[in-house]
């Protein structure tokens, strides 16, 4: 493990103290919110860092009384068994500082586009990105984030031949980004008499929601279609001209989006868009970055196959980290923390051998 940067440290907890003695001086409002929010930013990092001082102030202190002579046995021997925990405690909060300080993903807080697209299997694969959909729908629920459906197309025997929709909530990029790839799924299809297996797929993106700070998107470089349109999904029977189909020139991005009013579809496309184009962009800096090396989860390569459900045998496959997990029934009710926690962990990990090499 890279040792700790002890003067980046330092100057964190220094910082900490300033933006403490700043806020209770009762600046203006602007600024407080300012100083707050690199304050709870700060916190958990300083919190760390004082309980790994402490700890290794206590093992110091141990230690200095096992090597003095005149302490009596009783003494040392409770040192003596203290020692180890107090080890153990500093090896754990050195690794949590670690984690903590790595460089930070701009777009983890932010909230995210899903687009969900059926691919190889026809009707099975639909309904697979149906089930797909409805699983990061609940899992969204649990962690009190909010769904909207931007734009959907409906499978012919049901499920989604395509959906798109926001999530919103505060880090959700963080836990999903990882779930971006082509998601191969292993079953039965209701509508198969012999029994057979089939296999198809859907593909998953997962793109932080851009602002409008984020990227700029000139006037100029679109062309705006509209179209009749039959309301969202097919559902709906219209018959005015208020689909809106958002064309970016430099590009060729094509984004639609098929509600009822055409003021909202322009916006909702253009959120999109924007999303798109700022994940593009993103994109583009990391493979400049790793040019020379790509992390194995992290990589974001979208024709990757990236995981496969087994219905027959009730599995779940993580191919990216070589899990398997015998819970495909909770995964799809939206309890798929564990792989998403399993993925963190590895992608942190490689980011900490990465800079154990560069020191």
Do not use: C
Not at 207 to 219: F, G, K, S, T
Not at 288 to 297: G, I, L, P, T, W
Request: charged content about 30%; proline content about 3%; glycine content about 6%.
């Amino acid at each position: 493990m890279a040792k700790l940067p002890i003067e980046k440290m330092r100057e964190l907890e220094r910082r900490f103290g300033e933006i403490e003695a700043r806020m209770s001086a009762g600046p203006s409002a602007d600024v407080y919110v300012k100083l707050a929010s690199e304050y709870s930013e700060l916190q958990p990092v300083v919190t760390m860092i004082r309980a790994y001082e402490k700890a290794v102030g206590e093992l110091a202190d141990l230690e200095m009384l096992l090597e003095d002579k005149s302490v009596d046995r009783e003494m040392r021997d409770l040192a003596e068994l203290e020692l180890p925990d107090v080890k153990e405690r500093i090896e754990a909060l050195e690794s949590e500082i670690q984690i903590l300080l790595l460089p930070k993903d701009a777009a983890d807080e932010k909230s995210a586009i899903l687009e969900i697209r059926a691919g190889t299997g026809g009707n099975e694969a639909a309904l697979f990105a149906g089930d797909l959909f409805r699983m990061y729908e609940r899992y969204a629920a649990a962690h009190g984030w909010k769904v909207e459906v931007l734009s959907a197309s409906d499978g012919e025997a049901g499920g989604y031949k395509e959906i798109i929709a926001t999530i919103t909530g505060k880090g959700v990029f963080a836990k999903l980004k990882f779930e971006s790839g082509v998601h191969r799924v292993q079953r039965v299809p209701e509508t198969e008499a012999g029994g057979r297996i089939h296999t198809s797929a859907a593909t998953v993106a997962v793109l932080p929601e851009a602002e409008e700070i984020d990227i700029e998107i000139r006037p100029e470089d679109i062309r705006i279609d509209t179209m009749r349109s039959s309301g969202a999904g097919g559902q709906h029977v219209n018959t005015t001209d208020s689909a809106v189909r958002i064309t970016h020139l430099p590009t060729g991005i094509v984004v639609t989006s098929s509600e009822k009013s055409q003021h909202q579809n322009r916006a909702k496309a253009m959120q999109v868009l924007r999303s798109r184009l700022y994940d593009a962009e993103r994109q583009r800096a990391d493979s400049e970055r790793s040019a020379d090396r790509k992390s194995q989860v992290g990589s974001g390569d979208r024709s990757e196959r990236i995981r496969t459900y087994n219905f027959p045998q009730g599995r779940v496959t993580d191919h990216r980290i070589n899990l398997t997990l015998y819970k495909l029934d909770r995964m799809m009710v939206g309890e798929i923390d564990e792989v998403v926690d399993a993925l963190l962990a590895d992608y942190q990990a490689s980011q900490l051998a990465q800079l154990g090499e560069q020191q």
